[in-house]
């Protein structure tokens, strides 16, 4: 099956205004968007029109109420301009978790991928061919309803836009670990990818910036004693023994970055262990001379190293220079992103004219 999108053209393209060797990370955005709505039930309206603003009611049910989540994912174009996405379907997958969180309609496989293609093809010059550069896409959904009162909407807009980026971080991270705000709590919304929990981290991590951190790394809300994630990825910790990161519950992200990497470790014979990890037993680690290197993962953040963390008002430094993992498994994900070795996982999707197609 196959949905019909109408397309309105941009008068005039914008990228003259973009420059590949100078990208400032989402303030220029491609020259179209997708838009379609959910109406009576269903999916309805699919169109590309040139990037713009868009007329919303004030009583616009997601400005109240916050029924709005997304996901981030990235084009990526290589030396031959050969155009791939990174598992595509993973986000799909995550968006439909967080819509089934926060009382949202489901979306099918085909708005989601038709709407990609056609999308990124029609806007395909502004992917940077540069390495390490990409094209940043943002799919999201909101609720829509024009009425007042406190309920789950009827109607809801699912739009995607999309701008060039270079890293999101050009330098390693200092980290604060958080030990008075919570981000996620045991049966909250940590674990859907929605708008609201950035809005509650942006006090905390304010505060940390004042204070000459990059980001609150979060622990859990019970204890403040588990490491869980930072602002916008998740954490990896890495001894000479094993890779540690914080295992998966419902006030943590699930990452594809994390996940890909947790496969891609194991397949080259680490030892990966997803558990909880105590703030002491980093320390710990640290103390003992073990502690060999720390990093972020995330789409925007790609694989960040953690120079040091704060706690307690203490500061540790994660000295770790050279042979880094985290600049490996970069590179490794680069090099399959540009088709350079060869997809054994099977994540990459090359972007073709009419088919999307497995390599
Ligand atoms: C998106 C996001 C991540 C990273 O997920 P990826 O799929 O790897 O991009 C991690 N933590 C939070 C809170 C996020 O919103």
């Known amino acids: 099956m196959s949905i019909k999108i109408t397309t309105k053209l941009a008068e005039k393209s914008n990228i003259s205004s973009f420059d590949p060797e100078n990208i400032v990370f989402g303030r220029v955005f491609t020259d179209h968007m997708f838009s379609c709505d959910f109406k009576n039930n269903q999916w309805q309206d699919f169109r590309i029109e040139p990037f713009g603003k868009i007329a919303l009611s004030p009583t616009l049910s997601a400005l109240h109420y916050g029924q709005a989540i997304f996901e981030g994912m990235k084009a990526v174009k290589n030396e031959d301009g050969v155009i791939t996405l990174f598992r595509p379907l993973e986000n799909l997958k995550r968006l439909n978790h967080s819509a089934e969180r926060m009382c949202m309609p489901q979306l099918p496989e085909e708005i989601f991928m038709e709407a990609l293609e056609k999308l990124l093809l029609l806007d395909k010059e502004w992917i940077p061919a540069k390495r390490g ?8 959904m909101f609720a829509t309803d024009d009425f007042l009162g406190v309920k789950a909407s009827e109607n809801y807009c699912f739009m995607i836009y999309a701008c060039p980026v270079s890293s999101y971080y050009s330098h390693p991270l200092k980290v604060r670990v958080e030990e008075t705000y919570t981000r996620a709590c045991k049966g909250g919304v940590g674990a859907a990818k929605c708008a609201g929990n950035y809005a509650a981290s942006m006090y905390p991590t304010r505060l940390a910036q004042k204070d000459g951190f990059d980001q609150v790394l979060w622990t859990d809300g019970e204890h403040h004693q588990y490491l869980e994630e930072t602002g916008t990825s998740n954490v990896f910790v890495i001894t ?21 990497i947790i496969t891609l470790l194991r397949s080259q014979g680490m030892n ?3 558990k909880q990890i105590s703030i002491n037993e980093v320390i710990g680690w640290h103390e003992s001379g073990t502690l060999r290197e720390m990093f972020v993962s995330g789409t925007a953040a790609t694989v960040t190293n953690i120079e040091m963390f704060s706690y307690r008002g203490r500061e540790y430094r994660v000295n770790a220079k050279e042979n880094l993992l985290s600049t490996d498994i970069l590179n490794t994900f680069n090099d399959m992103k540009t088709l ?3 997809d054994k996982f099977d994540w990459i999707t090359i972007l073709q004219e009419s088919t999307i197609m497995h390599q």
């Open 133 to 140: 550069s990409s094209l940043y896409i943002r799919p999201f």
């Open 272 to 274: 990966v262990i997803e």
């Open 340 to 342: 350079i070795i060869p």
């Open 240 to 260: 000479p023994d094993a890779v540690y990161t914080p295992q998966l519950n419902d006030s943590l992200l699930a990452g594809i970055t994390r996940d890909s």
